[in-house]
């Protein structure tokens, strides 16, 4: 069982977790301290085994908890904050689970991902998450030059100490007026929301940020396509200068944006 945990206000975690702490025979814990903590201000004390499990022994703990589970024992997986599995230890346990066709259930609740993309004021229709950007700044610059044409909005988590550099390499590849949103401490007492261009929230973050981070990026502004017939006149031309028709209209299309298929048959048609 997946349990959502309160992101800082005691306040939001749900009766069905006090339930689950009270009543499961084994909690796996991303910090067995936080966790002891939680039970304390939920004023729950947890009746079963209580096992860490974090990155770096969530391999080595699988066999216990999946021996727990096949002998029909009641296994809640907690992390420190927001929903496990996302950034977070949870998923070689579900897949495990899921390879033994052992059930899997979720206690829904808090999600840093989801809180910040609701109060960001970007578009939320369409969205992806993207985890922790590279730390090493080569890296980083192209995992947001893959983001350039993104038609979704993006969250990604960022450290405090990071915050910074990562925004100033995101406002060079995207350009200072992409529009973000940066959720500090999302729903603690110094909770804040900077919204603004990537090169103002990189000036921003400058002078030092504390806590934890969600960002929030626009999606790219959808472009114009040319004309057809001016994609299909440039075309011809690359074909007469030595081209294959089929590469150079796949390559003008992809520049474009528009379908290789529909140019190509366009340029066939003689249109």
Avoid: N
């Avoid at 727990?68 to 897949?95: F, H, I, K, W």
């Avoid at 206690?107 to 998450?129: E, I, N, Q, Y």
């Avoid at 030595?242 to 150079?248: D, L, N, V, W, Y």
Wanted: contains cysteine.
């Amino acid at each position: 069982m997946l349990a959502a945990t309160p992101l800082g206000d005691v306040r939001d975690a749900s009766p069905r977790l006090v339930e689950a702490l009270g009543t499961a025979e084994v909690i796996a814990a991303e910090d067995t301290r936080r966790l002891r903590s939680l039970a304390s201000a939920l004023d729950v004390t947890p009746s079963g085994r209580v096992v860490s499990f974090y990155d770096q022994v969530e391999t080595a703990r699988l066999p216990r908890l999946l021996e727990a589970l096949r002998e029909g024992q009641t296994v809640v997986l907690v992390t420190d904050a927001g929903m496990p599995s996302v950034s977070d230890p949870g998923y070689r346990l579900v897949a495990a689970c899921v390879e033994e066709d052992i059930q899997v259930t979720c206690l829904p609740g808090p999600s840093a991902v989801t809180t910040a993309l609701a109060v960001s004021g970007l578009p939320s229709d369409r969205f992806c998450f993207d985890g922790f950007p590279p730390r090493k700044q080569g890296e980083r610059q192209r995992w947001f030059a893959a983001l350039a044409e993104e038609p979704r909005t993006c969250v990604f988590f960022e450290s405090p100490h990071r915050l910074a550099d990562t925004l100033a390499d995101a406002a060079s590849v995207l350009g200072r007026d992409r529009r973000a949103a940066v959720c500090r401490e999302l729903t603690k007492t110094y909770e804040e929301v900077k919204r603004g261009g990537l090169g103002e929230l990189a000036e921003w973050a400058a002078e030092g940020v504390r806590g934890e981070i969600t960002v929030v990026l626009a999606p790219a502004e959808a472009r114009e396509a040319p004309p057809l017939e001016a994609l299909v006149a440039e075309v011809k031309q690359r074909v007469a200068d030595g081209e294959r028709m089929k590469s150079a209209a796949a390559e003008v299309a992809e520049a474009a944006g528009v379908s290789k298929k529909a140019l190509y048959d366009a340029v066939i048609s003689g249109r």
